[in-house]
């Protein structure tokens, strides 16, 4: 099937994180393409990959990056497809640092920002799915079966004592 969604990183070590976007994107049925995009490192290629994102079919990019986290705004500098960000927990800074880099956007170049880490590579799957749900039916009944069931887990174990 055709990728809606570029699921892009900073370096192959950032994968432990952004597997969960992907998780998360086959758990809803959205068809995606993983690829390494280095924005210091393959500066062409970022470029290349930003401008004919929507011309492949591309209908949102979820960029992870930790560190200087420069990979998120310099696509969305360079595309009119939806770029969310994910911070990847860096070592140094335990991510704040990615998180300040992605989220301190300047006015004019759009990225939406995540949670730090799993959580934020989690719920970045599950929001590109909801924008794309906007114009896709089958992903937007794949997202409200997805809020059911979770909710139904919820409701079936309200008490954490008897597990």
């Known amino acids: 099937m055709q990728p809606l969604v570029g699921l892009i ?5 950032d994968w432990p994180t952004m597997e969960h976007a992907a998780s998360m994107l086959d758990k809803l049925g959205v ?3 993983t690829k390494v995009v280095s924005a210091h490192r393959t500066p062409d290629l970022l470029f290349d990959y930003a401008k004919t994102a929507a011309d492949r079919g591309l209908k949102v990019i979820i960029a992870g990056a930790g560190g200087a986290a420069h990979l998120p705004g310099m696509i969305a500098s360079q595309t ?5 960000g994910v911070p990847v ?5 335990n991510g704040l640092d990615s998180l300040l880099s992605i989220v301190q956007m300047p006015g004019g170049v759009a990225v ?4 730090i880490g799993k959580a934020g590579a989690t719920n970045a799957g599950l929001l590109a799915a909801q924008i794309i749900g906007t114009s896709d039916d089958s992903i937007r009944k794949a997202v409200e079966a997805f809020r059911s ?9 309200p008490d954490p004592s008897e597990q």
């Open 9 to 13: 990183m900073g370096s192959k070590s």
């Open 89 to 93: 927990q860096s070592k140094a800074l």
């Open 31 to 33: 068809p995606y393409e």
């Open 149 to 157: 069931t979770q909710t139904q887990t919820v409701l079936d174990n």
């Open 80 to 84: 009119p497809v939806p770029v969310l």
């Open 112 to 115: 939406g920002t995540l949670a």
